[in-house]
Nanobody, 115 residues
Framework: QVQLVESGGGLVQPGGSLELSCAVTESIDSLDAMGWYRRAPRKQRLLVARRTSSGVTLYGDFVKGRFTLSRDNAKNMVYLQMNSLQPEDTAVYYC?????????WGQGTQVTVSS
């Protein structure tokens, strides 16, 4: 059972930046995929960024170069650097990994973009 713990959410002004962190209880070298999704109020869950074991990283269309997915293999951490945040980025952000065909999710961290 893989466990994920997110941190780094909060309130930020439009145009600001946040970095989300996700601590993974398994070696991220063993993962088939890792990334972040988000769910805004009354909306569907959307892909934010996802990296497969082959090294390909996909971003949601709305990202438009503002966010960067990264990882620290030694620390088993997954990060999401978010820049130029806008009110429409307000959502709960979920860390996600896939291992041996099973999906695992964190509890979510709230990101609110507001002046």
């Amino acid at each position: 059972q893989v466990q994920l713990v997110e941190s780094g959410g909060g309130l930020v002004q439009p145009g600001g930046s946040l970095e989300l962190s996700c601590a993974v209880t398994e070696s991220i070298d063993s993962l088939d995929a890792m990334g972040w999704y988000r769910r805004a109020p009354r909306k569907q869950r959307l892909l934010v960024a996802r990296r497969t074991s082959s090294g390909v990283t996909l971003y949601g269309d709305f990202v438009k170069g503002r966010f960067t997915l990264s990882r620290d293999n030694a620390k088993n951490m997954v990060y999401l650097q978010m820049n130029s945040l806008q009110p429409e980025d307000t959502a709960v952000y979920y860390c996600y990994v896939q291992r041996r065909g099973s999906d695992y999710w964190g509890q979510g961290t709230q990101v609110t973009v507001s002046s």
